[in-house]
């Protein structure tokens, strides 16, 4: 994004609505993306794409949509959110494609509608190039290892050139968009706003999201509960336990596919296609495993 004109300092150069609005949890997210108009899917395409599971192609692990929410989500540090929740994670047509300076020209800041304000921090002159931190701070070297393992791009600012420091002032610039965010123009209606239509779907979504996400809590509330009263008895493996059918077999996955995932296709109405309900799958097994795991180390091991 290049500015087209001199933009004066504080000039809030955009204000633009999510292109998905469907909560926090993938099933949400995947059934917004199912329903969006042509131009807005067609926006979410050609976004930018990076699969961080770590797996050869033919075996990736996540959906088209969780390799473009890696690299193009706002993810803002948790100490600018202190007492702030208007950021939870979405992506942008516009700002989504803004590129990265360790020392940019812009700063952002959210609003309750999860709509992002990108704002001038200094004067910018016509023809220069727009740009944000993404939240890397600190000695050039550190800055370069953070972003190589983050977004898989190596920094040609002049920050990185000139190998200088970066003092952390993500905190001031974003406490400062959000003061003139609150009150300079603050019912703008942001570029990509919902329609009313849409905005109906995405609250459906929204509370049919949350209804998966309560099934899926109360069935990893059950498997801890099962796992400690286990421990309790003295069981020191899963493997010495009925749950172990198979060495190659997943116990922790198989009592998601057999609960969880059930539920989850009995409640399919937004059309989740197997591969991505399969994939849920796989992460929230991952994620209860590693929890688990982390309680009680030798009792999980391997397969568990």
Not at 144 to 168: L, Q, S
């Amino acid at each position: 994004m290049f500015a087209t004109q001199a933009i004066p300092k504080e000039t809030e150069i955009l204000r633009e609505a999510p292109l998905i609005l469907g909560g926090p949890t993938w099933p949400g997210r995947e059934a917004v993306y199912n329903k969006l108009s042509r131009r807005k899917k067609a926006a979410v395409d050609s976004l930018s794409s990076l699969c961080i599971c770590g797996k050869e192609p033919v075996l990736c692990l996540e959906t088209p949509l969780m390799k473009r929410w890696a690299v193009n989500s706002f993810e803002m540090n948790l100490l600018f959110q202190f007492g702030d929740t208007a950021n939870n994670n979405y992506i942008y047509d516009k700002a989504s494609r803004i590129n990265h300076a360790c020392k940019p020209n812009c700063s952002r800041a959210f609003n309750s509608e999860h709509s992002i304000s990108i704002r001038a921090m200094r004067d910018i002159k016509k023809g220069e190039e727009i740009t944000h931190n993404y939240g890397v701070y600190g000695t050039a070297s550190f800055r370069a290892a953070n972003i190589a393992e983050r977004w898989k791009f190596a920094c040609t600012c002049n920050a990185c050139i000139k190998g200088e420091f970066v003092p952390e002032t993500g905190y001031q610039e974003y406490q400062h968009n959000k003061r003139l965010l609150c009150f300079q123009f603050p019912h703008l209606i942001p570029l990509g706003a919902e329609t009313a239509e849409e905005a109906a779907i995405s609250q459906d979504i929204i509370e049919w999201a949350g209804m998966i996400e309560s099934n899926i809590l109360e069935a990893e509330a059950y498997w801890y509960a099962h796992t400690d009263e286990m421990v309790s008895r003295g069981i020191t493996r899963l493997r010495f336990t009925r749950e172990w059918t198979d060495i190659y077999e997943s116990p922790t996955r198989n009592f998601l596919i057999n609960g969880h995932e059930r539920f989850l296709r009995e409640k399919n109405k937004f059309n989740l296609s197997d591969n991505v309900i399969e994939l849920y799958i796989w992460r929230a097994a991952k994620a209860l495993r590693a929890e688990v795991d982390r309680c009680h180390p030798m009792f999980m091991r391997k397969h568990s």
